[in-house]
């Protein structure tokens, strides 16, 4: 393994790690409510969801973050090596994942193991060993 020292960027990776970390603190400090995108968002479209403001508030500044960014700097370029199939596919599985796993990597992975969930560490755990297994079988056992 080798790692591209140039696309290397430790301190924007710890800047934004530490705006994720902030926004969903004041998100729960604020509202009381667990900052998870797939919960903000599954509540958002059920009719008689209270709170529905602050979520769609939430969830545009998300949308709109990188349209910011973009103004001040360049994005970096998306690239990915699979068609509009594995696109489709990859969604519905992970949106799948989400229902059954009762939330996402926001969910579960930033809240939850900040509240020192033994239900968000044990699914984390499987969300990021299925990550890694992922990998390693498309790259080293498909040669993807």
């Known amino acids: 393994m080798s790692i591209d020292w140039a696309s290397f960027t430790p301190w924007s990776a710890l ?6 970390g902030l926004a969903a603190s004041l998100f729960a400090l604020l509202n009381g409510r667990v900052a998870g ?3 903000l968002l599954g509540s958002l479209l059920q009719r008689q ?9 939430f969830l545009f500044g998300l949308l709109l973050a990188p349209g910011l960014l973009a103004m001040f700097a360049a994005l970096p370029p998306v690239h ?4 509009s ?3 489709i596919l990859a ?3 992970v ?6 796993g009762s939330g996402c990597t926001s969910g579960h992975g930033v809240c939850g193991l900040s509240r020192l969930s033994p239900r968000s560490l044990v699914a984390t755990l499987c969300f990021m060993a299925t990550g890694f297994a992922t990998v390693f079988v498309l790259r080293h056992l498909l040669g993807g």
């Open 95 to 100: 949106g799948i994942g989400t229902r059954y």
């Open 37 to 39: 995108i797939s919960g």
């Open 49 to 57: 969801s209270e709170g529905r403001g602050e979520k769609a508030a």
């Open 15 to 20: 800047a934004g790690g530490a705006l994720i």
């Open 80 to 83: 990915f090596d699979v068609g």
């Open 85 to 87: 199939f594995g696109l």
């Open 91 to 93: 969604g519905l599985l």
